[in-house]
């Protein structure tokens, strides 16, 4: 089955400086793979996601990047600020049959503290 | 994106009773699951809620101990039966599958069992 590992399990940065968080999975017919961000309190929000069919995605300050040879996707943040502290998993999932098609698995998560 | 909420938000039970969580969207979703997230960990689904047929257990999680409904497309509920202290955790229920694979997450109900 598949499995997701994810780098650093902390990050601690200055604000305005920039944040990356990488993950790893092992199957390779994954082809979804989408960021949460959870903060203390609260269910994990869907922030950005990328499909197989593209190497990299932006949303303002957020942009993910995926190397399917390598089977890898990384998170960027850049000017960072104190309101992105939070916990952020990363996910991978597969189009398959039956009720596996949309099941997602998860990182270990990676706790970011925006120093201000 | 789809709007879900849960209820209780919170709750603090006795060992040996059961406790029923309740999972609303506010739009139709193919699919609904339910996940365990113990304080600090990451996510792990207990199970996909089917609509008109039995949930589908992940490995480790069985019915008897966590029953499953799905009535509809929009409401879902999952009970914590005959508790303990290690059911002490965040419960949480995920919405999506309209388009691709994404999934909308509610608030969570946090667990206490005494």
């Known amino acids: 089955g598949e499995n997701v590992e994810q780098h650093p399990s902390t990050l601690s940065v200055q604000e305005g400086d920039s944040a990356v968080i990488k993950c790893t999975y092992s199957d390779s017919a994954s082809n979804y793979f989408p960021w949460y961000k959870q903060e203390l309190g609260k269910g994990p929000q869907l922030i950005i996601d990328?499909?197989?069919?593209?190497g990299e995605k932006k949303d303002q300050r957020i942009a993910v990047t995926l190397n399917k040879t390598a089977k890898h996707f990384s998170l960027h943040i850049t000017e960072t600020q104190p309101e992105d502290s939070a916990v952020y998993f990363c996910?991978?999932?597969?189009?398959?049959?039956?009720?596996?098609?949309?099941?997602?698995?998860f990182g270990s998560g990676t706790r970011l503290l925006v120093r201000p | 994106s789809a709007v879900i909420s849960q209820k209780p938000s919170r709750d603090i039970c006795q060992r040996g009773t059961s406790l029923t969580i309740q999972c609303q969207v506010d739009s139709q979703v193919t699919m609904m699951f339910w996940y365990r997230q113990q304080p600090g960990q990451s996510l792990t689904l207990i199970a996909t809620?089917?609509?008109?047929?039995?949930?589908?257990?992940e490995s480790g999680f069985v019915i008897d101990k966590f029953p499953i409904s799905r009535p509809n497309l929009t409401f879902s509920t999952l009970t914590v039966s005959n508790m303990s202290p290690e059911d002490s955790s965040i419960y949480l229920c995920s919405g999506g599958g309209n388009s691709y694979n994404e999934q909308f997450f509610g608030p969570g109900t946090r667990l206490t069992v005494l």
């Open positions: 990328i499909r197989s069919n593209v």
């Open positions: 996910a991978a999932s597969r189009r398959g049959r039956g009720d596996s098609s949309y099941k997602l698995i």
């Open positions: 809620a089917n609509q008109g047929s039995e949930a589908t257990y």
